[in-house]
């Protein structure tokens, strides 16, 4: 079985490196991308099977990624990692289907976060 192809797109390079280093020790296959430009390239190159976001990116934020990653595939799982905590709009995430973790996240947390994200993908496959 191929080990699960995550895309993470974070436009602060420590978090992508650390995020990069935790979801690889976790056993993922992980390619990281500085911008929703970037982003969108890569996805339209290759298959992932969850994509983790920022939300506050310059250019095109977390909520613009998920609008032009939902035309291209429907039903990809999306984790949403955010810094901001009032000013999420819950009722679209929700209504989204966007997990959403607050940074800073753990090991343990981002675990059972991939693990509940990958086994509703695989329920409703």
């Known amino acids: 079985m191929n ?9 602060e390079a420590p978090v992508r490196r ?8 976790l056993g993922y296959d992980v390619v990281a991308a500085a911008s929703g430009d970037e982003a969108l390239r890569l996805f339209a ?11 506050l990116m310059p250019g095109m934020n977390g909520w613009e ?3 032009r990653l ?9 984790v949403m990692l955010t810094g901001s905590g009032p000013d999420i709009d819950l009722e679209r995430v929700r209504r989204e ?8 996240a753990t090991l343990p947390g981002l675990r ?4 509940a ?8 496959r």
């Open 3 to 11: 080990p699960v192809r995550l895309l993470v797109v974070d436009d």
């Open 45 to 55: 190159e290759t298959d992932y099977d969850v994509v983790v976001t920022d939300l």
């Open 112 to 115: 059972a976060v991939l693990h």
């Open 97 to 104: 289907g966007v997990t959403l973790v607050h940074k800073p």
């Open 70 to 78: 939902r035309q291209i595939a429907p039903r990809v799982p999306v």
């Open 117 to 124: 994200v990958l086994a509703a993908r695989d329920a409703d």
């Open 65 to 67: 990624v998920i609008e």
């Open 18 to 25: 650390m995020l990069l280093d935790v979801f690889r020790v």
